[in-house]
């Protein structure tokens, strides 16, 4: 479970953390209790996919390097005006068929609303992953994004995110079923 600890570089103030506080603590107890937390649908990884043109441009040891940049024209994908506008370049590991890095930026503004709802003149986003056991999990995700909304209030957001200290872990569930005893004849007269 992660929380915010600060904002544009400022610890929150007292009041704020608490309430960030109390909220990961109320999703961690839905969790706990098997709730069912409800995400919105994403558009299959497959047609995102088929958005980006990848080309093979370097070999670095054991790593694939493969750029991407999206295909031209309009997609019929939920926010292609965002897929559209973005680029970047990949580390593969070749031999696990696993992705290592991935940096992505925008090569034009992202607008909604024909950019009178929001702008956003500058996005960053850099992931790297580690191997742990058979699979490689996140270690570091940074993010950083400006623009503006409602043509006047600009903004700038950046958030790094660090991951570490996984740890296996194994359930095992021992279940026994009791059969009720049958129950004895009544003596008929």
Same mark, same amino acid.
């Given at each position: 479970m992660r929380r915010q600890v600060e904002e544009n570089g400022a610890p929150l103030p007292p009041a704020r953390q608490a309430e960030v506080d109390r909220q990961a603590a109320e999703k961690a107890d839905a969790i706990r209790r098997g709730d069912v937390l409800v995400e919105d649908p994403v558009p299959r990884l497959?047609?995102?996919l088929e958005r980006y043109l990848f080309r093979?441009?370097?070999r670095e040891g054991s790593l694939l390097v493969l750029d991407f940049e999206p295909r031209p024209g309009k997609r019929d994908l939920e926010h292609d005006n965002v897929l559209r506008a973005v680029h970047g370049r990949l580390w593969v590991d070749e031999a696990?068929?696993?992705?290592?890095?991935?940096?992505m930026q925008n090569a034009e503004a992202i607008k909604w609303a024909l950019g009178l709802g929001a702008k956003v003149s500058s996005l960053t986003l850099s992931m790297? @992953?580690?191997p742990v056991d058979e699979v490689y999990l996140p270690r570091r995700i940074e993010t950083d994004v400006a623009g #503006?909304?409602?043509l006047f209030k600009g903004f700038r957001? #950046?958030?790094?995110?660090?991951?570490?200290n996984y740890q #296996? @872990?194994?359930v095992t569930l021992?279940?026994?079923i009791e059969v009720p005893p049958s129950p004895t004849p009544s003596p008929t007269p």
């Open positions: 497959s047609k995102i093979s441009v370097a696990r068929g696993e992705l290592v890095r991935a940096r790297e @992953f580690a #503006r909304i409602l957001k #950046r958030q790094v995110h660090e991951y570490g #296996r @872990f194994s021992d279940e026994a």
